[in-house]
């Protein structure tokens, strides 16, 4: 099992790191890609909004919905992400967890995660480095993250 995972997601992307005990480095272990963040907004979209008629005169406007598309998409990665996340604590592929991403995805994700497994979480990290290389990452991480011991006490 590895002791620390680490998920460094935007909305459009997210890769997943594992960190051992004592570990030099990350090493990347997955890949996800958002689909829907790269679909222009009107495509997003299968049908016109709704269309509501006033009740005095011949007007009528479009509602708009409460969540934008992209929004949604966002959402939706978020909660995929949950999933995987929460299928491979109950597998035990790892005990503790890192988030990393930018402050609004950030709280989608805690959101995906749920209670239970929001308690795994050793840190929050509110920045975007899903295009930065992996060594650049591991230097936005206390340096107690890679250091013998430090993982299993949090």
């Keep these: 099992m590895a002791e620390v995972w680490i998920l ?20 990347e272990i997955g890949d996800f890609v958002n689909p829907g963040a790269r679909i222009p907004g009107h495509e997003l979209e299968h049908a016109p909004p709704p269309r509501v008629h006033d009740r005095f005169g011949a007007g009528r406007h479009a509602i708009e919905a409460h969540t934008p598309p992209r929004e949604k998409a966002a959402l939706q990665f978020a909660a995929m992400l949950g999933a995987h996340l929460k299928h491979a604590h109950d597998e035990q592929r790892y005990r503790d967890l890192v988030l990393i991403a930018p402050p609004r995805f950030l709280g989608a994700l805690n959101a995906a995660l749920g209670a239970r497994l929001g308690e795994t979480v050793l840190m929050r990290v509110p920045k975007n480095l899903t295009r ?6 591991r230097e936005a991480l206390p340096r107690r993250l890679f250091k013998r011991g430090a993982v299993a006490t949090g």
């Design 132 to 137: 930065n290389p992996a060594n650049e990452i």
């Design 8 to 27: 460094v997601a935007d909305r459009a992307r997210a890769r997943l790191f594992s960190l051992g005990p004592g570990a030099p480095r990350l090493i």
